[in-house]
């Protein structure tokens, strides 16, 4: 809905509305020029009858329509909508995300394991409301990437940003589950989650995935773990993003199925297997349909200012008019 807070300076459009009648242009039959061809700065090169009226009238309307707009913003004119303000915070859920030189390996289809993980991550950070959001990349080591946060947007553009071998070369599944469950700890969310994405097993770390499993399970977080990946030898080919070395080789071992459902069971959430894009992306809509999210909001009006545009366009109004009075129909000044 557009509304006015001054709309008084609206009546200015009255008498504006007299000078258009009024004016020679505004008369039915009137089809002259306004001018004498003294104001000609070539009397010689002065035009015929006939195209003069036709820059005459777009001079005219946008000298017009430059005027109006000058009213409306005077009027300050705005646009009021009703944005959704949630009545409590939803849940919060940290995606660890494995980003070891085997989430390179390139049987799931065209694309690797680690392109498919952040097609599905983005489009799960799209479907979200109203739940806190985080982020941790591991590898040889563990980093927050992305505190909790409902910037959808910022956390799609980190994720896009996380590559390959950042963490050096290794999995250290139990450092990053301690990792984001001591970040969850520090939220007033209710319910509170972890999604661990990995390929391989934990081979480095300073913190055991058993006691990472005991930290999860006594502050209640609930974690669900994805197995990416098919058994079998596969080809790895992957830039190192620090030297833009390319590294070649095979992944002869898969994710340790009985440590990820360990993870999952014992704290209360589920293991799935992910080897193809669909079953990737239907497991994370499976993942949103068990961590529920809080629905209950109030419509608050949001008040945007509606003038930026319109000093856009009386700018285009302004210089169309002197380039017609004073280049093509060259008017003295």
Same mark, same amino acid.
């Given at each position: 809905m557009i509304t006015f807070e001054y709309p008084l300076w609206l009546f200015l459009l009255i008498p504006l509305f007299w000078f258009v009648l009024h004016s020679p242009l505004g008369k039915k039959n009137s089809m002259g020029l306004l001018w004498s061809f003294k104001i000609w700065k070539h009397k010689s090169d002065h035009p015929g009858p006939a195209w003069p009226i036709v820059f005459v009238w777009i001079s005219y309307l946008s000298f017009l329509l430059m005027m109006v707009l000058l009213i409306l913003i005077l009027s300050k004119p705005q646009q009021i909508l009703k944005e959704r303000s949630y009545l409590t915070d939803g849940s919060a859920i940290i995606i660890v995300l494995d980003?070891?030189?085997?989430?390179?390996? @390139? =049987?799931?289809?065209? #694309?690797? @394991?680690?392109?498919?993980?952040?097609?599905?991550?983005?489009?799960?950070?799209?479907? @979200?409301?109203?739940?806190?959001?985080?982020?941790?990349?591991?590898?040889?080591? !563990?980093?927050?990437?992305?505190?909790?946060?409902?910037?959808?947007?910022?956390?799609?553009? *980190?994720?896009?940003?996380? %590559?390959?071998?950042?963490?050096? =070369?290794? *999995?250290?599944?139990?450092?990053?589950? !301690?990792?984001?469950?001591?970040?969850? %700890?520090?939220? $007033?969310?209710?319910? %509170?989650?972890?999604?661990?994405?990995?390929?391989? =097993?934990?081979?480095?770390?300073?913190?055991? $995935? =058993?006691?990472?499993? #005991?930290?999860? @399970?006594?502050?209640?977080? %609930?974690?669900?773990?994805?197995?990416?990946?098919?058994?079998?030898?596969?080809?790895?080919?992957?830039?190192? $993003?620090?030297?833009?070395?390319?590294?070649?080789?095979?992944?002869?071992?898969?994710?340790? #199925?009985?440590?990820?459902?360990?993870?999952?069971?014992?704290?209360?959430?589920?293991?799935?297997? !992910?080897?193809?894009?669909? *079953?990737?992306?239907?497991?994370?809509?499976i993942i949103d349909s068990q961590s529920p999210h809080e629905r209950r909001f109030k419509l608050v009006p949001v008040v945007k200012e509606q003038t930026d545009l319109l000093f856009s366009i009386i700018l285009i109004c302004f210089a169309v008019h002197l380039f017609v009075r004073f280049i093509i129909l060259r008017e003295a000044l």
């Open positions: 980003v070891s030189p085997s989430m390179a390996a @390139r =049987d799931m289809g065209s #694309e690797t @394991r680690f392109q498919l993980a952040q097609e599905a991550i983005n489009r799960f950070i799209g479907s @979200r409301e109203n739940n806190m959001l985080g982020l941790v990349s591991f590898g040889k080591e !563990a980093a927050i990437r992305s505190p909790l946060t409902k910037d959808y947007r910022f956390l799609e553009n *980190t994720v896009n940003q996380t %590559k390959i071998l950042e963490h050096g =070369d290794g *999995t250290s599944i139990g450092t990053s589950l !301690a990792l984001a469950a001591l970040h969850l %700890k520090e939220s $007033p969310a209710k319910q %509170k989650y972890v999604i661990l994405i990995t390929d391989g =097993d934990n081979n480095s770390g300073e913190i055991h $995935p =058993d006691a990472s499993i #005991e930290i999860l @399970r006594s502050l209640g977080i %609930k974690t669900f773990v994805i197995g990416v990946g098919r058994q079998g030898n596969n080809n790895v080919v992957v830039e190192n $993003p620090y030297t833009k070395e390319v590294l070649q080789g095979f992944v002869r071992n898969a994710y340790n #199925e009985e440590l990820l459902q360990r993870i999952a069971y014992q704290t209360g959430g589920q293991f799935f297997r !992910a080897e193809t894009l669909v *079953t990737f992306e239907s497991l994370f809509q």
